[in-house]
């Protein structure tokens, strides 16, 4: 099993810089994407940014420019830098994997349970 633990969000005021963190940990025996994607209320959940192992990255058109994803490898963490906050991009946040386990042959997608970005004056 994989776990990942978000970490980071809070409340931020328009304009403003926020980062956050995911952490992966459990029996891992490969990681492969790692990204974050984000639901606001009412709305469905929708990607923000992925990261590949080899560090290529894919960005939402609504964030790129604002927004910078990356990675530790060796510490299977994935990161969101967040930039020039808009009061949009209020949501919860939710850091997704893709993971190999310890004495599995499958691939499987994993989720956090999600951090509270609120952008608000």
């Known amino acids: 099993q994989v776990q990942l633990v978000e970490s980071g969000g809070g409340l931020v005021q328009p304009g403003g810089p926020l980062r956050l963190s995911c952490a992966a940990s459990?029996?891992?025996?490969?990681?492969?994407?790692m990204g974050w994607y984000r639901q606001a209320p009412g709305k469905e959940r929708e990607l923000v940014a992925t990261?590949?192992?080899?560090?290529?990255?894919n960005v939402s058109g609504s964030v790129k420019g604002r927004f910078t994803i990356a990675r530790d490898n060796a510490k299977n963490t994935v990161y969101l830098q967040m930039n020039s906050l808009k009061p949009e991009d209020t949501a919860v946040y939710f850091c997704?994997?893709?993971?190999?386990?310890?004495?599995?042959?499958?691939?499987?997608?994993?989720w956090g349970k999600g951090t509270l970005v609120t952008v608000s004056s």
């Open positions: 459990g029996n891992i025996l490969n990681m492969y994407d």
């Open positions: 997704n994997a893709k993971a190999q386990a310890y004495r599995s042959s499958v691939v499987v997608t994993y």
């Open positions: 990261i590949t192992g080899g560090g290529g990255t």
